[in-house]
């Protein structure tokens, strides 16, 4: 699987979009992406995943560049309860896709008020 | 819908003792996986059942062994626990096929003193 590249932290105004960005510039072509986060004390919590097209659902939108060597992941309207770990993840989906979810370190997104 | 139910929440264990952790998925999710999360790090994948066999295994030791259930339902066992053993273990569930929409327990906190 790709490996990805997080920032650390970031903080965000609460009611203000968080653009949570992931870097992931040696993905193949058969790779999606993928983010989970972790809200303290509870277990990871699927958000989203694309594969070359922008995504949205009622969490957030995914936004992949063209050459899907980064990717950015959108709270439109972050709340405190937003407040969590995320992963950016990329593997391949399927049967044959191998069975485990490679967690990085996350960025550590703080909402404030 | 009940999500992935995990027992216990907390246990505290000797060094050297034996554990048995427990899960039962998503209703309508046929695989289980575990995955051992050290404070302030990632998850880490320890190893994933279907069809009650383990169909792919991480980078732990034997003394990590599990089973799953008819029911879909499943354990972890650890063995000779040792003091780095403490962390947080967390079961998710999903259908075999599918990398997106793991759903994950809120996990078992393991103390080893």
């Known amino acids: 699987d790709a490996k990805t590249t997080q920032p650390t932290s970031m903080d965000c105004a609460e009611g203000r979009a968080a653009n949570l960005p992931c870097n992931h510039s040696?993905?193949?072509?058969?790779?999606?992406v993928y983010w989970y986060r972790q809200i303290h004390s509870q277990g990871p919590q699927y958000i989203i995943h694309?594969?070359?097209n922008n995504e949205t659902n009622e969490m957030a939108s995914l936004i992949i560049t063209e050459d899907r060597k980064s990717s950015t992941l959108i709270l439109p309207h972050a709340t405190l309860r937003d407040t969590a770990v995320y992963y950016c993840?990329?593997?391949?989906?399927?049967?044959?896709?191998?069975?485990?979810?490679?967690f990085g370190g996350g960025t550590r997104l703080m909402v404030k008020p | 819908d009940a999500g992935v139910t995990q027992s216990p929440t907390h246990l505290i264990k000797t060094r050297g003792q034996q554990v048995t952790l427990r899960c039962s998925p998503k209703?309508?999710?046929?695989?289980v996986s575990w995955y051992q999360q050290a404070l302030g790090q990632g998850p880490q994948f320890i190893f994933q059942?279907?069809?009650?066999?383990?169909?792919q295994r991480g980078n732990f030791p034997d003394r990590f062994s599990g089973h799953q259930f008819p029911n879909y339902s499943s354990e972890l066992n650890v063995n000779a626990l040792l003091l780095g053993d403490s962390a947080l273990y967390l079961c998710?569930?999903?259908?075999?096929?599918?990398?997106?929409?793991?759903?994950f327990g809120s996990g078992t906190r393991l103390t080893v003193v």
């Open positions: 998710a569930s999903s259908l075999l096929d599918r990398n997106y929409g793991y759903t």
């Open positions: 040696t993905i193949s072509g058969n790779e999606y």
């Open positions: 694309g594969l070359k």
């Open positions: 993840i990329v593997r391949v989906d399927g049967i044959n896709a191998g069975n485990m979810l490679t």
């Open positions: 209703s309508g999710h046929d695989t």
């Open positions: 059942y279907y069809e009650e066999e383990e169909r």
